[in-house]
């Protein structure tokens, strides 16, 4: 999505979404499991933070680059909250935060492997995005975990679904 291309109409349609707070400026329009606002423009369906960037700096993000959240709120579109980063930095801070898939144990992988309910309903559950679980299921991810749930793995299963059940 580039600067020069927005309209004053989409733009007027963007902050429209945005509820500006005296800190966080926190998107109110869709957005994806994690939180991360979702905005479509010129026919494509880009993430929030990422043209509000854009539109306060008059510039495209360079490739190779992604924006980082200073203030670790997925939803927040403030631009002083917003700097360039790498992918590298990106996920370096991700793991610093706990934010990543490092929390999953085998035995979890195991469990969301095993599990019947749709990838929507399991990442809900184990606070991933869907995306997360489809590579899980189809061993994209965490390939070195070889074999078939075990029984304990198989009781983990159940037990969460039955505490999902309960929380209904």
């Known amino acids: 999505m580039s600067a020069a291309q927005l309209d004053e109409a989409t733009e007027r349609r963007f902050f429209e979404k945005v509820d500006r ?3 966080c400026w926190l998107w109110q329009g869709a957005s ?4 991360y606002g979702r905005f479509t423009f010129d026919g494509r369906l880009g993430y929030a933070h990422r043209l509000s960037w854009q539109l306060a700096n ?3 993000i360079p490739n190779g680059l992604c924006i980082l959240h200073k203030c670790d709120e997925p939803a927040c579109v403030n631009p002083e909250h917003l700097r360039l980063g790498t992918y590298a930095e990106n996920s370096a801070d991700m793991c610093r935060k706990g934010r990543v898939a490092k929390r999953l144990t085998a035995a979890m992988v195991h469990a969301i492997r095993a599990d ?5 309903a399991i990442a809900a559950h184990y606070q991933l995005d869907h995306r997360t679980v489809g590579r899980l299921k189809t061993r994209e991810s965490w390939r070195h975990l070889g074999g ?3 029984q304990l793995c198989f009781e983990f299963v159940q037990a969460n679904l039955a505490q999902h059940t ?3």
């Open 21 to 23: 707070g005296p800190d």
């Open 32 to 35: 994806n499991a994690p939180g």
């Open 58 to 60: 008059g510039r495209p």
């Open 116 to 120: 019947v309910r749709t990838h929507r």
């Open 148 to 150: 078939e749930p075990e």
């Open 166 to 168: 309960e929380a209904r």
